[in-house]
């Protein structure tokens, strides 16, 4: 019977120093990086390539032989590289979640030709390279061919880690030209892990013909099919039970801890990397649905703040620049860091110029997808691994991202200075720029109920016209009869948009139930259409009550106009009436009036109504009604003036009117005066004793406003 073989308490010790060590120089190294604007991964290589022979073991032998445990190397390497391999996982998950397969369609044509240039040129210029080195970069036993093919690898596919991470850090991911680096990184991860899998079974089998090729290659397009199919199924049940239960960030933590690991067992059978399946896994979480919004942001922090350096380092540990001490060996390290940059260089640039982009964002290309990193290092530790690279081989490719890096971020800094883009692409950013900093109307899911009637395609139709086309919407249909309501109107109303409908057969009795069990599933927002207010004592129906008493989540509550009767929408809203306060929930009221506007063209009028009543007591006889009517008409103005400044952002152009007395009555006599067919004003949902209060101006509008009332209801007390 096999038994586990306890680690020594010497080998322990070792390795805790090795934990603590790297991820401390690692840390401290890529934090200096980040300081001076250049990627952090590469003072993370720096700190192994410090740690390693190269500079350690040459100024305290001794010490570096502690460190590395000389004489149970074999066991001190295996603890150390497991924790590695598992932080290129995370990183790799990581990668998966940030890679968007319908940005790469989206893009098109010149995503591809970049793509296309991007990687044939290098892979070119690699072969020939990987041909022509001496034979001191080859392993021992290893064939020409398969060593040319992991050089060309190594040299022709960029880093979408790296890539995605100077971008940011240089605050360049929103261009056209970054959008469009992305989805040429992306293209370039993935054909750069089929190829992996396809050359590492080259090598392990020794064989080469369409036959083995087909072998390794159908195996994984068949592991990807039922993964972005069944895999997504499986996923998306897992997260929407978990979600259910309330299982929080804890469980969509599990969940993708739990598929890394699934998907990288399965993959690893097949012949190919783990790390394979980590990146597929991380695309599925990404696209699922149910995916909680923390989730990304606990694994980066994971992966970023512990796992990923020590992966970084450890590959740096195994770098030994005294193997480059000839002559021959620096001379063809030096040719194969040329050829990688030039040829990348080229590739992208004849690319992105015959998809029509401007020379400058042609070399913006060519300089951002010169980026290696993460999926080098792999290439040259498989490489290694298989018997392909020898200790000279990897030190020379190691030292391909970690320069490429350095160059791809400098050039990048030089191409983009004093270059904004076009005036499309300018108002573009900002436009984005403005969704950003919303409080509601962002790219989150939508729900919404509906039992097929009007007042329900009325909601529809607001949360249309006010969020971003990509924000998916599901209908939820419940009651006794869910199959018999007709929700095409609503399907009509939010053409363009993704939509799921879903019918929950649970009663009548359990609606408001069912709106909020679902509504837990990751919905940015319930949009919900209100009928005329119920003479049963509720604040607007039962329905809506105990939904308001209940949800989580902001609620868009759409009460339609008097005068539509049973008929369907107006056509559209001409004209609208913005009641303007310094609240979070009167802000995204005024986030939808605003994206309205600026789909339909409607006019605009923000108001805010000053109360001059005169407060009472020892306060009040030492404030003159006079001045505190003067300081409330300053708050009005700057309130109206913040408010216009959002509104031009997206290109809004709203008149300002500032009224003093009763608000309720105020807002009654503009939507007379000015002829608005439809007002949008926020409210906090305060809920005393479990029942929903909207205040007292807001109920009265409700009930005696004859246009259409739009509501923003923040929960106030979660």
């Not at 500079?55 to 924790?83: K, R, Y």
Request: one cysteine or more; a negative charge.
């Amino acid at each position: 019977m096999a038994e586990l073989i306890p680690i020594e308490e010497h080998e322990l010790l070792v390795f805790w120093v090795q934990l603590f060590v790297i991820v401390v120089f690692a840390r401290t190294l890529g934090w200096l990086m980040r300081r001076i604007g250049l990627p952090g991964v590469i003072g993370e290589l720096g700190a192994g390539l410090i740690l390693g022979p190269s500079v350690f073991g040459t100024i305290w032998p001794d010490g570096f032989n502690w460190f590395l445990n000389e004489g149970h190397e074999e066991v001190q390497s295996a603890a150390l590289l497991g924790v590695a391999w598992v932080g290129v996982a995370l990183l790799l998950v990581v990668t998966g979640f940030e890679t968007d397969l319908d940005l790469i369609r989206k893009l098109g044509r010149p995503a591809a030709l970049v793509t296309t240039g991007s990687l044939i040129l290098p892979l070119l210029g690699g072969l020939v390279v990987g041909y022509l080195l001496p034979d001191v970069f080859v392993a021992e036993g290893a064939e020409r061919v398969n060593f040319a093919l992991f050089v060309a690898l190594a040299l022709s596919v960029s880093s979408l880690a790296v890539v995605a991470k100077i971008l940011s850090e240089l605050g360049l991911m929103r261009r056209d030209f970054g959008q469009i680096t992305v989805a040429a990184g992306m293209a370039n991860d993935v054909v750069g892990w089929l190829l992996l899998g396809v050359f590492t079974g080259l090598a392990t089998s020794g064989e080469i013909g369409l036959g083995q090729i087909l072998s390794t290659v159908i195996p994984l397009l068949i592991f990807v099919g039922l993964a972005m199919t069944v895999g997504q199924l499986l996923v998306d049940r897992a997260l929407r039970t978990l979600r259910r239960r309330g299982a929080g960030i804890s469980g969509a933590l599990t969940v993708a801890i739990v598929s890394m690991l699934g998907f990288g067992v399965v993959t690893q059978r097949l012949g190919v990397e783990a790390v394979l399946g980590a990146f597929v896994a991380g695309v599925v979480l990404h696209r699922s649905r149910f995916q909680h919004a923390e989730t990304l942001h606990q694994i980066e922090g994971l992966t970023y703040g512990f796992f990923a350096p020590i992966f970084f380092a450890t590959a740096g540990l195994r770098v030994d620049l005294r193997e480059l001490g000839n002559r021959t060996a620096i001379m063809w390290t030096l040719v194969i860091i040329v050829v990688a940059v030039v040829a990348k260089f080229i590739g992208a640039y004849v690319g992105a110029r015959m998809a029509g982009r401007s020379k400058r964002g042609a070399l913006a290309l060519g300089a951002g997808l010169n980026a290696r990193g993460a999926l080098e290092i792999v290439i040259a530790t498989v490489g290694a691994a298989v018997g392909v690279f020898n200790t000279v081989a990897f030190t020379a490719i190691v030292l391909v991202p970690v320069v490429t890096s350095v160059l791809a971020s400098i050039g990048l800094r030089l191409v983009v200075r004093g270059w904004e883009g076009s005036e499309d692409e300018v108002a573009r950013l900002e436009r984005e720029a403005a969704l950003e900093r919303n409080i509601v109307v962002k790219s989150s899911r939508l729900l919404i109920p509906s039992n097929g009637k009007p007042a329900s395609i009325a909601a529809a139709q607001v949360l249309h016209l006010a969020w971003p086309d990509d924000s998916a919407a599901t209908i939820l249909s419940g009651g006794d009869h869910p199959e018999s309501i007709d929700i095409e109107p609503l399907r009509n109303t939010l053409y363009g948009r993704q939509v799921e409908h879903r019918r929950v057969r649970s009663g009548a009795s359990h609606v408001a139930e069912d709106i909020i069990d679902e509504s837990a599933l990751g919905f940015g927002v319930i949009g919900l259409g209100a009928n005329e207010k119920d003479d049963d004592g509720s604040v607007i129906s039962h329905l809506v009550d105990e939904v308001l008493s209940r949800s989580a989540i902001p609620v868009v509550l759409v009460r339609r106009a008097h005068n539509l009767g049973p008929r369907g929408l107006p056509a559209a809203f001409a004209s609208a009436l913005v009641p303007v306060a310094g609240t979070p929930a009167s802000r995204a009221a005024s986030e939808i009036a605003f994206n309205i506007s600026r789909n339909l063209g409607t006019a605009i009028h923000l108001t805010h109504v000053t109360s001059h009543h005169h407060h009472a007591g020892l306060l009040g006889d030492l404030i003159s009604p006079s001045r505190e009517h003067v300081a409330s008409e300053a708050t009005g103005r700057r309130l109206l003036e913040q408010s216009t400044a959002m509104a031009t952002e997206l290109g809004v152009e709203p008149d300002q009117t500032l009224r003093s007395g009763e608000p309720a009555d105020e807002i009654l006599a503009m939507v007379e005066e000015l002829s608005v067919d439809i007002v949008v004003m926020g409210a906090n949902l305060r809920r005393p004793e479990g029942r929903p209060f909207l205040g007292h101006t807001v109920e009265r509008i409700l009930r005696e406003c004859d246009a259409t009332v739009v509501l923003v209801l923040m929960p106030f007390d979660l």
